[in-house]
């Protein structure tokens, strides 16, 4: 693990000051660390994001707030992180690399980790940039339901079906491939109930109120109070 925060070497908001001799292992650390630290920022935030989400309410909601980057990044960067945790990340490949894969590999519109962790690991391999792995993860995908239709064509000439036929053993075999649903949660106690409602009704007020402008501090406490109730109804 890399710091930059130590006796020799002290990091600011907007500089970084060195105090004393640095060894020569010290310098190469330092320097591993300051190089490319604009690309490694998403992750690092991503992370905090998830770390720090539960625990801090008005600070994370005010956070969100007032970063310099578009809320919609913040987001990314948060789901990326928490798909792909930090022991699947590939070493050498950037945070557009991983995000790209988790898109583009997916499966009915969930994310495949797996199948992400499989582009990254050849991109990692064969040098590939973010763009052509992305680009070549398409084409794997449109080759794999190319050969499904076919096989389906195939079928449907070989046992003369008519096109509706054909239509509905594609919606079996979909059917028959569709995993268990997951058993339904436990439906909370009446004080949950209340508390969650209670939690949706401070959320309500404000998209219902004509006026929509509010005080920034009351905003922010609202919105404390919304997470919290939330928690207690949900994770209690």
């Known amino acids: ?7 020799k070497i002290e990091l600011g908001d907007n500089y970084l000051e060195v105090k004393g001799t640095l060894t020569d292992q010290e310098y190469r650390d330092a320097f591993a660390a300051l190089n490319g630290m604009h690309l490694k920022s998403l992750w690092f935030i991503g992370d905090f ?31 990326l992180c928490k798909q792909i945790t930090r022991e699947k990340r590939v070493t050498g490949l950037s945070f557009s690399h991983h995000y790209q894969a988790l898109v583009e590999a997916n499966k009915d519109k969930e994310a495949d980790v797996e199948a992400a962790l499989d582009a990254l690991k050849d991109a990692a391999k064969n040098d590939v940039e973010a763009a052509k792995m992305r680009q070549q993860i398409l084409e794997k995908k449109a080759a794999k339901e190319a050969e499904v239709a076919l096989g389906y064509l195939r079928e449907a000439a070989k046992k003369d079906l ?10 079996e075999d979909q059917a028959a491939l569709k995993p268990e649903p997951k058993p339904a949660k436990k439906e909370p106690d009446d004080q949950r109930k209340a508390l969650f409602y209670d939690a949706f009704n401070t959320i309500k007020r404000f998209l219902m109120d004509p006026r929509g402008a509010y ?15 939330a928690k207690k109804a949900v994770l209690a």
Do not use: P, Q
Not at 1 to 7: A, E, G, H, P, Q
Not at 60 to 65: D, G, P, Q, S, T
């Open 162 to 171: 008519t096109v509706a036929k054909m239509r509905k053993l594609i919606r």
């Open 215 to 229: 005080d920034r501090a009351l905003v922010i406490r609202e919105s404390e109070l919304f997470i919290r109730l």
């Open 1 to 7: 693990m890399l710091t930059l925060n130590t006796v």
């Open 49 to 79: 994001l998830n770390a720090t989400e539960l625990s801090k309410g008005e600070a994370y909601a005010e956070a969100l707030a007032v970063s310099s980057y578009a809320k919609g990044t913040l987001y990314n960067a948060k789901y």
